[in-house]
């Protein structure tokens, strides 16, 4: 251990300023504090009511008292597919995202000895951020959505998001730095600035989107209707969509998860524990490495899938590396309460600090061994994701929010806590739920995954119908929906002793007035520490002075402008040696010359597919694992997406894969199947879907789609002129209708909905075994074959 | 413990901070990641000999046809090899896999049809004589209702399907469909 007491020796040169008086603004994070909390009842109550529409479907067709509940599984706006992403979103950006903003404002004020820079920004963000969470709330069970996981909003909302988030949050904070009383910006602040720059970057280059509205103004001369404001495509497809995507799925979990909760750890932790932080070192170290490591990590979503196999490995190799950055975090959190484990047994908010912390640990470990790719060959596709997900998410951001709450609700409503026993039961509550959730779910992901793959003696798949698999699951399934509805309980107990304790706040609030002198335009930096290096050039105890011992980051600590660019590099840098490859390198996705545009039918029937959220349910990419393949088919290769405006592939088979359904069923099974999946499935959880049935198929709108398609470079020849992508899809919507009376199927199908779906179902993983066509526009650069 | 610990003079709201050195274990299992991701990229991403996830996925098919059909070879979809397969518990094991995978959700479990015809009785809509059924497989029937299957399953896995979808006929299905078709004769009997 190296100097000791040399505290006071280096005394700084700085001028100060005038002394100056302020606030502060504490009505915003009650604001936020509230919303986060309110939201996440909700969030935790869809959770609990998607939970059981996996589970209830078999008890259903058994339990006659049950049969009122049959509308879970039947109405448009209720079915898993829409309820699922309002469950992310409502959990991501409305609980979790209040909850770091009511961290942010409460700790950048006081780390900064200043009020934020404009109430009227502030409250600008709230209301934003509000409005945008009601915005998700109805357009998701709508079935508005941009298709893409975490980044269903479409794009007014995205819109909103992106000045919400930059001019009014990112300006607001920036400026409170550099109107900032403290010198120096603890690592808390660090973690905030790698927040904000990092989600803006991601949410703008993941949501860049042609909205179909625009294009039937300015292309196909065409009145927008009301719906068609509301629906756009990504301007990424197929491989680089899914890049795209998931560098931006993982890094949300990064940036939008992790980073912000680490600074509310470090604020609240030594807060709440009255002791310092256990290491400045380990913070710098910690922070700069998980910045710039974890970007290079999304692809690990996509392992054995048509992204390139270099890409797949960065992003495991770069998984096992976030390793050790992440535990940095855990080891400064958990060794700051050393010597404070007394407190930690009689302090339920300690408590809720110690759990989430210990959760984060095991994210993070479990997060890199997930990504080895050997482990991902099972884990993909399966629940074991989900209990991932669920540790980190009600662990580690549900826990430290509540610790977060419990710890502000005193002092923000300056009174005492409703009922302290009411923590300690939310403590335990949300700590048995987790429990139950995530070991049941885990144990249900394996065993699914076990039998997907299991062959019997004579190489023929053991469990070959799919059902049975999902049937398999059923147990842990309800054992979630109790872990779930434990944990919703403690949500409520929660909101309930924040409004209670806000009942008892004094009729007007006091105000502390602070005192502390405006920053001088000088500061001489103390010299570095003096170096053990004694045997050595100048050039190494030079290096060791400034960098090794860190003083150079002791400088950057006071320059926010500069930290800010570093991020910025650290970020960028990462991001560009991945993303410029994915994008230029052509041999990455090689061309099928039997690969067509999708016709006008099947595109408009692809965008019910994406409306009604098939893809949180199905994949549609068949990995070249012999299991896989044996079950749906011949592996997907990348040249089959290039014509996927956003790609499909989904992250979890609750129901089997998609990519070569195709030509698998009869048109009138398909039909039939959608209408009520159990007529021909009996033991299916699949959501029925009768308004398909029931529903028009809005012709006037597809020659748009078909437009925008064109306009993102898919290759649809004459159809872009006026009405010929409407005359196309009508001539294929009779063609099919007439098949499936010749099937004996329903007769009145040729208008609805549901001839679009059929015809988008019936054409997929189709491509790939048909000659290609005959007068090739391209020199045939054809290969089935990947390569990496 | 406490003892050894180096308080830095900087302070935030009251929150103090120690400069602990970080533990080396972790630095040693850091060092350790980056140097495993080091070999691993240079092994399987810049060594032409590495498999990839395809090679290793031909090199899988190779394998099972290999030991599944190694002991019939190349089969013809005549009636006599049919009829041979159907004989087969070996083949017909394996063409129960096919028929559960991807004939169930139409024709049943049992055979004893869905949507699809019921493949136990004795009456038939597009089968006379024991490889109509090969060409059904192959090439769908009953505009589309039954699809083509020639680009999911290869010749030999087409032949021995139709020889298990053959040996169904005259089983007791649970919940029989109705006939469908005409009745048509026995199938031949095996030879000797």
């Given at each position: 251990m190296a100097s000791d007491g040399s505290t006071a020796s280096h005394s700084p040169h700085q001028e100060t300023g005038p002394i100056e008086r302020f606030v502060y603004d504490d009505a915003v994070v009650?604001?936020?504090?509230?919303?986060?909390?309110?939201?996440?009842?909700?969030?935790?109550?869809?959770?609990?009511?998607?939970?059981?529409?996996?589970?209830?479907?078999?008890?259903?067709?058994?339990?006659?008292?049950?049969?009122?509940?049959?509308?879970?599984?039947?109405?448009?706006?209720?079915?898993?597919?829409?309820?699922?992403?309002?469950?992310?979103?409502?959990?991501?950006?409305?609980?979790?995202?209040?909850?770091?903003?009511?961290?942010?404002y409460y700790s950048t004020q006081r780390l900064c000895k200043a009020r934020m820079w404009s109430d009227k920004l502030s409250n600008l963000h709230f209301w934003g951020w509000q409005l945008i969470v009601v915005c998700a709330a109805v357009s998701l069970p709508l079935g508005l959505t941009q298709g893409k996981e975490y980044a269903e909003l479409e794009w007014p909302v995205d819109l909103m998001i992106a000045v919400v988030w930059v001019a009014f949050f990112g300006v607001n904070?920036?400026?409170?730095?550099?109107?900032?009383?403290?010198?120096?910006?603890?690592?808390?602040?660090?973690?905030?600035?790698?927040?904000?720059?990092?989600?803006?970057?991601?949410?703008?280059?993941?949501?860049?989107?042609?909205?179909?509205?625009?294009?039937?103004?300015?292309?196909?001369?065409?009145?927008?209707?009301?719906?068609?404001?509301?629906?756009?495509?990504?301007?990424?497809?197929?491989?680089?969509?899914?890049?795209?995507?998931?560098?931006?799925?993982?890094n949300a979990v990064a940036f939008f998860l992790t980073t912000p909760f680490l600074g509310l750890m470090y604020y609240f932790l030594p807060k709440a524990a009255e002791k310092p932080v256990y290491s400045y070192r380990l913070s710098i170290i910690h922070f700069w490495s998980l910045v710039f490591i974890y970007i290079w990590a999304g692809p690990h979503h996509l392992h054995y899938t048509a992204l390139p196999q270099w890409a797949s490995t960065l992003g495991m190799l770069f998984s096992v590396m976030l390793w050790m950055p992440s535990w940095g975090g855990m080891i400064n959190g958990l060794l700051t309460l050393r010597g404070a484990w007394n407190k930690v047994a009689a302090d339920p908010i300690l408590?809720?600090?110690?759990?989430?912390?210990?959760?984060?640990?095991?994210?993070?470990?479990?997060?890199?061994?997930?990504?080895?790719?050997?482990?991902?060959?099972?884990?993909?596709?399966?629940?074991?994701?989900?209990?991932?997900?669920?540790?980190?998410?009600?662990?580690?951001?549900?826990?430290?929010?509540?610790?977060?709450?419990?710890?502000?609700?005193?002092?923000?409503?300056?009174?005492?806590?409703?009922?302290?026993?009411?923590?300690?039961?939310?403590?335990?509550?949300?700590?048995?739920?987790?429990?139950?959730?995530?070991?049941?779910?885990?144990?249900?992901?394996?065993?699914?995954?076990?039998?997907?793959?299991?062959?019997?003696?004579?190489?023929?798949?053991?469990?070959?119908?799919?059902?049975?698999?999902?049937?398999?699951?059923?147990?842990?399934?309800?054992?979630?929906?109790?872990?779930?509805?434990?944990?919703?309980?403690?949500?409520?107990?929660?909101?309930?002793?924040?409004?209670?304790?806000?009942?008892a706040r004094p009729a007007k609030y006091e105000e502390t007035v602070h005192e502390a002198p405006a920053l001088g335009p000088v500061f001489i930096d103390p010299p570095p520490q003096p170096t053990e290096i004694t045997a050595s050039t100048e050039w190494a105890k030079d290096v060791d002075q400034k960098y090794i011992k860190g003083w150079f980051h002791r400088v950057w600590e006071r320059k926010p402008a500069k930290f800010t660019i570093w991020v910025l590099i650290a970020i960028f840098s990462a991001s560009l040696f991945e993303i410029v490859p994915t994008f230029l390198i052509k041999s990455n996705v090689p061309t099928i010359a039997s690969v067509q545009p999708y016709t006008p039918l099947e595109l408009a029937g692809r965008d019910i597919y994406i409306a009604e959220g098939c893809y949180n349910c199905h994949s549609q990419m068949i990995r070249p694992i012999w299991a896989e393949t044996r079950r749906y088919g011949e592996y997907s290769k990348p040249g089959e997406f290039v014509y996927d405006h956003p790609f499909q592939w989904g992250s979890r088979r609750i129901g089997p894969d998609l990519a070569r359904e195709g030509g698998r069923q009869s048109h009138d099974w398909q039909i039939r199947h959608l209408e009520n999946p159990r007529q021909l499935i009996p033991d299916s959880i699949m959501p029925a879907y009768p308004h398909l049935l029931k529903d028009a198929l809005n012709f006037e709108s597809i020659q748009g789609r078909v437009d925008a398609m064109a306009m993102l470079g898919v290759p649809y020849g004459d159809l872009v002129q006026k009405g010929k992508a409407i005359e196309a899809a009508k001539a294929q919507a009779k063609e099919l209708a007439d098949t499936l009376v010749a099937q004996q199927g329903y007769a009145d199908m040729g208008d609805k909905k549901a001839i679009a779906l059929l015809a988008y179902l019936q054409r997929l993983g189709t491509d790939i075994s048909k000659p290609p066509p005959a007068e090739p526009a391209k020199p045939a650069t054809a290969s089935a074959e990947v390569t990496k | 413990m406490a003892v050894k610990d180096f308080l830095s003079d900087h302070e935030y709201d009251g929150i103090r901070e120690y400069d602990n050195p970080t533990p080396g274990w972790w630095h040693a299992i850091f060092i350790a990641t980056i140097a495993f991701s080091f070999f691993y990229f240079v092994y399987w991403e810049m060594n032409p000999r590495a498999s990839t996830p395809q090679s290793r996925w031909a090199a899988a098919q190779t394998a099972e046809y290999k030991r599944i059909f190694s002991s019939v070879g190349d089969l013809q979809n005549d009636e006599a090899t049919i009829l041979k397969m159907m004989g087969n518990e070996q083949m017909l094991n394996v063409a129960q896999g096919f028929y559960q995978s991807t004939c169930i959700q139409c024709h049943g479990k049992d055979g004893g049809g869905i949507n699809g015809v019921n493949l136990t009785d004795d009456n038939y809509k597009n089968v006379k004589k024991l490889d109509d059924i090969f060409n059904v497989i192959t090439n769908g029937a009953n505009a589309g209702v039954m699809p083509s299957w020639k680009n999911q399953f290869n010749q030999n896995e087409r032949v021995i399907l139709a020889a298990y979808v053959a040996t169904l006929r005259g089983t007791k299905p649970a919940a029989p469909k109705a006939p469908e078709g005409d009745p048509i004769p026995p199938w031949p009997a095996p030879a000797k």
């Open positions: 009650r604001k936020f504090l509230f919303a986060s909390i309110i939201f996440g009842v909700v969030a935790f109550l869809v959770g609990v009511i998607a939970a059981i529409q996996l589970a209830i479907p078999p008890a259903l067709a058994s339990v006659k008292a049950l049969s009122w509940l049959e509308f879970l599984t039947n109405t448009s706006f209720l079915n898993f597919g829409r309820i699922r992403p309002l469950h992310t979103n409502a959990a991501i950006f409305a609980f979790a995202g209040n909850a770091l903003f009511a961290a942010i904070f920036f400026m409170t730095l550099a109107k900032r009383r403290e010198r120096h910006m603890y690592v808390a602040l660090w973690f905030y600035i790698a927040t904000i720059v990092t989600v803006a970057m991601l949410h703008v280059f993941n949501n860049l989107s042609l909205p179909l509205a625009l294009v039937q103004m300015f292309k196909t001369g065409q009145t927008p209707a009301a719906a068609d404001w509301l629906k756009s495509w990504s301007v990424y497809s197929g491989v680089q969509d899914a890049f795209m995507q998931w560098w931006y799925g993982h408590k809720f600090y110690v759990v989430g912390i210990t959760f984060y640990g095991m994210s993070t470990f479990e997060g890199p061994m997930l990504s080895v790719k050997s482990v991902n060959s099972l884990s993909h596709y399966t629940d074991w994701t989900i209990a991932h997900v669920h540790a980190g998410a009600l662990g580690w951001n549900g826990l430290l929010s509540f610790g977060m709450a419990y710890w502000l609700a005193p002092r923000l409503f300056q009174a005492p806590i409703w009922s302290k026993k009411l923590v300690a039961a939310h403590f335990w509550l949300a700590t048995i739920g987790i429990a139950l959730y995530v070991l049941g779910i885990y144990t249900g992901g394996i065993t699914q995954g076990l039998m997907w793959r299991a062959f019997d003696e004579t190489g023929r798949l053991q469990y070959p119908d799919f059902v049975e698999t999902v049937m398999t699951l059923m147990p842990f399934y309800w054992i979630r929906v109790i872990g779930g509805t434990l944990f919703l309980v403690g949500g409520i107990l929660c909101l309930l002793n924040l409004v209670m304790t806000w009942a | -």
